[in-house]
Structures are given as C-alpha cells and as structure tokens.
C-alpha cells in the first residue's frame, strides 16, 4: 500500500467532514473543574513534616542527655579533686623537661 495515497484519501476525508462547531453542554465548566480538582504540590509541606521530626528527635535526645548529666552531676568533695586533677593535667606539660622529652 501506497502510504502517500493513503495520506491524501485521509485527508480529503477530514476535508469533508469539518468538525463541529457546537462543544457539549457545560464542557468549559467540567474542564476548569478537572483542572481545578488536581491538587498543587505543596513544597513546604513535603520539608516541614521531616523538620518537625528532626525537631522532635533533638529535643528527646536533649532531655535524655538533660537527665543523664543530672543523675551524674559531681559531689562537693569530688569538686576539690577535680579542680586539682583538672590543674595538674593543663600544666603537666610545663612540668617536665624539654629535653627530657626528645
């Protein structure tokens, strides 16, 4: 089959038939409400529900980290040892001899 007869036949047959100039009752009005019916992406939504998570995740971990550094806080006699230990381990380094360390 000859596909530029075929052509030219399908095209003298549209050619007859022009198309109607009467659209169907109410067709604007159900297009714009199919347009309008689509959701629209909101962008904001898709960051802010794993931000609030995030958000959420950090506050349990500080209120967890809170209590643990409560339950463990220093006693008043280790306080004196500690500023001393604290003391002899920053000028430890001064301490000893230069030569001594190479």
Known sequence: M???KLRAKLIAAARKHSPSEQA???FEQRIL???SDRP???FWALWGRPLWQAAMACIAITLLCGGW???NRPKADDAANFSQDFEAAVFAPMSEH???AW
Request: glycine share 0%; aromatic share 6%; net charge negative.
């Open 98 to 100: 230069i030569e001594d």
């Open 24 to 26: 169907p009752y109410a």
């Open 40 to 42: 629209v992406a909101d």
């Open 33 to 35: 409400r199919h347009l």
């Open 69 to 71: 550094a409560a339950l």
């Open 2 to 4: 000859n596909i530029d």
